[in-house]
């Protein structure tokens, strides 16, 4: 079993990369209330992702979605970041908002709009270069609402050969991340629609492209963690967006629904990763994918940082030793009860020494919801709005 005081230095350097999109305005397809306080451009959403960082010490990067971060100058986006103690992260084109991309972006039958959403990519990896950032990561909704709507093998051959042209102007050091999701916004066919299909064309197109897991992206009562453990072993899995669901891709607080099953989630990814090591982002991108429709923004990421860092702490508590012996004498029953030990441990007095170790608030939502800055810079954004 690992020391308390080992544990303690690995949550101390666990971090995790924010998304700009989780700052912002955002919705249903209903309607996107307007939250107090809400960041209104990509500065605003740095602002509040350095503000996270002060008070948590646990945000490695922030996530950023092109063209809705779009800027004149990257270089002066990296730097106002940096100067605020973050790093831009992954750089994420979007494929779902352009009227061009009715009838799909990268697999569009129309050669013209296809090249388009290349161009787009290949504008992202330059954008890549400005501001530092190592990952490419694609969500790709290409498919069809209706049968017959498209033909599936032209439409695969198709997005293939453009993902082709895009690795190859990838840089060395960069990474394409390759997300699937079974459903939505294409009802009938998705092209890149569960772990395998993403694997397959990871594989294809080399060393330089991974698979990325987001929580909310499998048919209800999918065993995410194995998929996790498959990918891992054949060192495919290149990220993870954490976030919560009920009943599809939900974009809730991670840990809020289902914290058992992303408690496993991490015991999969301890036997592959030191979640912890400074380089932890060159190995695997762990991002926040989460859109806060009811909640203050920069409280619930507080709050989803909080709920990923007791998840982490519990899977570090795991007797790893007994679990493989339990393991190979067939105890069944004291397998699962050494995962269960570990996440029935109440870990939230060891973070609060972590954090008084660090000279950190012990208790971050109360501390947001008392702290003067925060309230002055809701109260700035309000009277503007
Ligand atoms: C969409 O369902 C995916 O999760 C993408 O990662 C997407 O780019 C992100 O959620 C922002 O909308
Ligand atoms: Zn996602
Ligand atoms: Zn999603
Ligand atoms: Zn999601």
Not at 23 to 46: D, L, M, Q, W
Not at 299 to 320: E, F, G
Not at 356 to 385: H, N, Q
Request: with cysteine; charged share 30%.
């Amino acid at each position: 079993m690992m020391e308390l005081t080992e544990i303690k230095e690995k949550i101390k350097n666990f971090k995790v990369e924010v998304p700009s999109w989780g700052f912002g305005k955002s919705g249903t397809r209903f309607h996107a209330f307007h939250i107090p306080g809400e960041a209104r451009n990509v500065y605003e959403k740095i602002d509040d992702a350095a503000f996270v960082n002060k008070i948590t010490d646990a945000v490695s990067a922030v996530a950023i979605h092109i063209p809705w971060d779009k800027v004149e100058d990257y270089k002066v986006l990296k730097e106002y970041a940096e100067e605020k103690g973050v790093k831009i992260g992954a750089v994420n084109p979007n494929y779902f908002e352009d009227e061009d991309y009715l009838f799909g972006s990268l697999s569009n039958s129309n050669l013209k709009i296809r090249q388009k959403a290349i161009d787009q990519t290949f504008e992202c990896i330059e954008i890549m270069k400005e501001t530092n950032s190592k990952i490419l990561s694609m969500w790709i909704p290409d498919g069809s609402n209706y049968p017959g709507q498209i033909d599936f093998n032209k439409s695969f051959e198709l997005l293939e050969n453009s993902l082709k042209q895009i690795t190859k102007h990838l840089e060395k050091d960069m990474t394409m991340l390759l997300e699937y999701k079974f459903f939505e916004p294409a009802f009938y066919s998705t092209l890149l629609f569960d772990w395998g299909t993403s694997y397959m064309l990871s594989k294809e197109l080399g060393e330089n492209m991974k698979v990325l897991v987001d929580l909310g992206h499998h048919p209800q009562g999918t065993n995410i963690e194995f998929i996790v453990s498959l990918l891992s072993q054949k060192n495919k899995l290149g990220g993870f967006h954490f976030n919560s669901r009920k009943y599809a891709d939900d974009d809730l607080t991670v840990g809020s629904l289902n914290p058992y099953e992303l408690f496993l989630i991490f015991v999969e990814l301890n036997k592959f990763f030191d979640l912890s090591a400074e380089s932890q982002n060159q190995k695997i991108s762990l991002v926040l994918d989460q859109s806060h429709n009811v909640k203050p923004k920069i409280l619930a990421v507080v709050q989803s940082l909080n709920n990923l860092q007791i998840t982490y702490a519990k899977s570090l508590l795991v007797d790893y030793e007994k679990l493989k012996q339990a393991q190979e004498n067939h105890d069944v029953v004291a397998s699962e009860e050494t995962l269960k030990e570990a996440y029935e441990t109440d870990v939230r007095e060891i973070l609060r020494e972590v954090r008084k170790e660090k000279g950190l608030p012990e208790d971050t939502i109360k501390y947001v919801k008392e702290c003067e800055e925060y309230w002055k810079m809701v109260k700035e954004r309000e009277s503007a709005y």
